[in-house]
């Protein structure tokens, strides 16, 4: 989907394990809050449903956000910065199992929070609809000047949302997440090794 730069990240490099432990901390924190506001709001959340149709629906909204992202990343130079820095941030020291880490956590408690709890509860209309995406894209922010990534953050949150209230089952936008995050990861990792070994 994405294919790195020669431009370093304005952070300080993470290590492995810091990136697994924020990455599991951050599912944790997320859980809670999930939680916490299903205890304060009896609004019930979105449940999860296991059938063929949702499934296939989830699968297929994964592999359309990870096309336009592709074609976002071509034809938009301040989004391809925007995510090659977010990517080789978080990216770049994990070695390929931990991949599927970084598609399930992150789909998992970021959707029970932002489709399953907080969509219902703002309403399952297009307040609701719009008011979670931006949430979902601004917790993607690590800095201003990543806003082209964040912007497309609450896109990719609209089209998930958008999948929720059409099926009301969270399995579909959780499938996506995972595959979205599982395919792009990968991409950007494998084209990142083949360059730096060509360069070298």
Same mark, same amino acid.
């Given at each position: 989907?994405?294919?790195?730069?020669?431009?370093?990240?304005?952070?300080?490099? $993470?290590?492995?394990?810091?990136? $697994?432990?924020?990455?599991?901390?951050?599912?944790?924190?997320?859980? #809670? %809050?999930?939680?916490?506001?299903?205890?304060?709001? +009896?609004?019930?959340?979105?449940?999860?449903?296991?059938? !063929?149709?949702?499934?296939?629906?989830?699968?297929?909204?994964?592999?359309?956000?990870?096309?336009?992202?592709?074609?976002? @990343?071509?034809?938009?130079?301040? @989004?391809?910065?925007?995510?090659? !820095? @977010?990517?080789?941030?978080?990216?770049?020291?994990l070695e390929w199992p931990d991949?599927?880490? *970084?598609? #399930?956590?992150?789909?998992?408690?970021?959707? $029970?929070?932002?489709?399953? %709890?907080? $969509?219902?509860?703002?309403?399952?209309?297009?307040?609701?609809?719009?008011?979670? +995406?931006?949430?979902?894209?601004?917790?993607?922010?690590?800095?201003?000047?990543?806003?082209? @990534?964040?912007?497309?953050a609450s896109i990719v949150g609209?089209?998930?949302? =958008? +999948?929720?209230? %059409?099926?009301?089952?969270?399995?579909?936008?959780?499938?996506?997440?995972? *595959?979205?995050?599982?395919?792009?990861?990968?991409?950007?990792?494998?084209? =990142?090794?083949?360059?730096?070994?060509?360069?070298?």
């Open positions: 989907m994405v294919k790195p730069t020669s431009q370093q990240p304005e952070f300080e490099p $993470l290590s492995r394990s810091q990136i $697994l432990i924020a990455m599991g901390i951050t599912a944790v924190i997320l859980l #809670v %809050v999930a939680k916490v506001w299903l205890r304060l709001d +009896s609004t019930p959340q979105v449940p999860i449903q296991i059938n !063929i149709s949702d499934v296939l629906w989830g699968i297929s909204l994964g592999l359309g956000i990870t096309g336009c992202s592709a074609l976002l @990343y071509q034809f938009w130079p301040r @989004y391809q910065q925007s995510a090659d !820095i @977010y990517l080789q941030l978080i990216l770049k020291p991949l599927f880490w *970084l598609g #399930v956590l992150p789909g998992l408690s970021e959707e $029970l929070l932002f489709r399953g %709890v907080m $969509l219902p509860s703002l309403g399952l209309n297009w307040t609701g609809l719009a008011a979670s +995406s931006i949430c979902f894209g601004i917790l993607h922010m690590s800095s201003p000047q990543q806003w082209p @990534y964040v912007l497309w609209f089209a998930l949302g =958008y +999948s929720t209230l %059409v099926t009301h089952n969270l399995m579909v936008p959780v499938i996506a997440h995972i *595959l979205t995050n599982v395919l792009s990861s990968t991409t950007w990792k494998w084209r =990142y090794q083949r360059q730096s070994a060509s360069s070298s």
